[in-house]
């Protein structure tokens, strides 16, 4: 951002060229001026600066210069100095939006500290402005799902595919890979997405209460029913219900919401009327629902109920090379949530990122990124601010995804070299370099 600027109008010359005296030796720029107009030439929108204007001029006042100024950027500060019968004006001038009055005689490094204030918040005001233009012109799901790997790409490609229907979906994926903003970008971005988005999360909801949380109640249904409930199902009528963690619902409930999901009808609790739902579910879950329902943990067909279709969001280790755009965007976003700026990141932060295993997947990078922007976040691992040279940088990150896409494969060579995009022979020779597998995978 360019130096500040101080827009200082005021008739009386000696006064004038005091105060701008003053404020130049603080370290400000100032544009002084004697008619309100050759200021106001100078404001706009992206204007970087503050405007100080006296109240009683000839010809005009402040009251109504401000009042043009804001009419130009209702944002910009504005400082008034007043006289002493002008302090009622001052204070309706306040009123209507001005930064702060100064009464005469006042001193100029009061006056400095007050023209610091006011720039502080109109450096925040312009970035944020800035800010609310990035992100819009990140549109669709490339600003929900961030990412250009093939694994990412295939991502927004299915979302888009189901988006526009009302096919049941179940999301497979870690913790901390963004399964709600999956669900999320399924429902605003199809026909549904003026209607409510219900999430429920199983694992949190208690036993107890959970059957009255989905399916509401009738007064006196039970103890403590003193009411009439709609359930979160019902309010989400013509809609969607995600139903995150899927896998932490109690058993004796799954038999009724496959019912549910079967006839598109509730029934409140202490109720025998049906009620119709025009509902699309959206399940996540973090387990194997098939293997859990083998073992008896899951009704099995509920999982094939859900399983109309399904998505899978890749673990953050298996897209290694989305990292450093992703954790730009979520820098951004922590600068919004903070109102602070984003220190530098150079490459050696990024690679040091790079070379972790993201167990907490986006989660994690994102309580980094909140880290990084507050001031607090420092890198630690194999590479990073070290003094590692680009080279060893760039052959750290190199053995990462080789090793990550080995492990993958279960040290399996044919499809770790045709998903790297190498030839066999290259394979070997980078994995002789890094030492990986070489008892395990490597011919003798």
């Known amino acids: 951002m360019d130096q500040a600027t101080v827009l200082l109008v005021d008739d009386e010359e000696d006064l004038r060229e005091s105060l701008t005296q003053g ?31 006296d109240i009683r001029m000839p010809g005009t006042d402040g009251f109504q210069v401000m009042k043009k100024a804001f009419e130009i950027d209702p944002a910009l500060p504005v400082v008034l100095i007043t006289g002493h019968g002008d302090v009622p004006l001052a ?115 208690p036993a107890e209460i959970i059957e009255s949380e989905l399916f509401g109640h009738e007064k006196g249904a039970f103890t403590g029913a003193s009411g009439q409930r709609i359930g979160k199902l019902e309010h989400a009528h013509g809609g969607s219900v995600f139903l995150d963690e899927i896998e932490s619902m109690p058993l004796e409930l799954q038999v009724k919401l496959l019912r549910v999901i079967e006839t598109r009808t509730i029934e409140r609790l202490g109720s025998n009327k049906a009620i119709e739902l025009d509902v699309r579910f959206i ?20 999982f094939y109920r859900l399983n109309v279709v399904n998505v899978a969001i890749p673990p953050l280790r298996d897209r290694l090379q989305d990292i450093p755009l992703l954790f730009r965007h979520l820098a951004v976003e922590a600068r919004a949530r ?26 994690e990078l994102r309580n980094v990124a909140d880290r990084f922007v507050l001031g607090v976040e420092q890198v630690t691992g194999p590479v990073g601010a070290s003094g590692a040279t680009l080279f060893d940088q760039v052959g750290a990150y190199e053995r990462a995804l080789i090793a990550t896409e080995l492990k993958r494969n279960d040290g399996a060579i044919k499809p770790t070299y045709e998903n790297l995009g190498l030839s066999r022979k290259a394979l070997y020779e980078k994995m002789r370099k890094y030492g990986l597998g070489k008892d395990e995978v490597l011919p003798t």
């Open 283 to 302: 399940a996540a879950t973090k387990e194997d629902l098939e293997a859990a329902g083998k073992a008896g943990r899951f009704r099995l067909d509920l």
């Open 91 to 205: 204070v309706e001038a306040m009123r209507a939006g001005a930064y702060d009055f100064l009464e005469k005689p006042f001193s100029v490094s009061h006056l400095a500290s007050v023209v610091e204030r006011a720039l502080d918040k109109r450096r925040l005001v312009l970035e944020n402005r800035k800010l609310r233009e990035e992100l819009a012109d990140r549109t669709g799901l490339e600003s929900r799902l961030v990412g250009r790997t093939p694994a990412m790409d295939l991502l927004r490609r299915n979302v888009t595919a189901l988006a526009a229907t009302d096919a049941d979906v179940l999301i497979l994926g870690e913790t901390g890979s963004g399964k709600e903003v999956v669900a999320r970008a399924l429902h605003d971005e199809g026909p549904r997405r003026d209607k409510p988005f219900v999430a429920l999360n199983c694992g949190a909801l």
């Open 338 to 363: 903070y109102r602070r700026e984003i220190p530098d990141i150079n490459e050696d932060y990024l690679a040091g990122l790079m070379a972790r295993d993201w167990p907490g997947n986006v989660r």
């Open 23 to 53: 404020l130049e030796l603080s370290g400000q720029a100032v544009f002084a001026t004697g008619t309100p107009e050759a200021a106001l030439e100078r404001i706009s929108r992206d204007f970087y600066g503050v405007l100080i204007t």
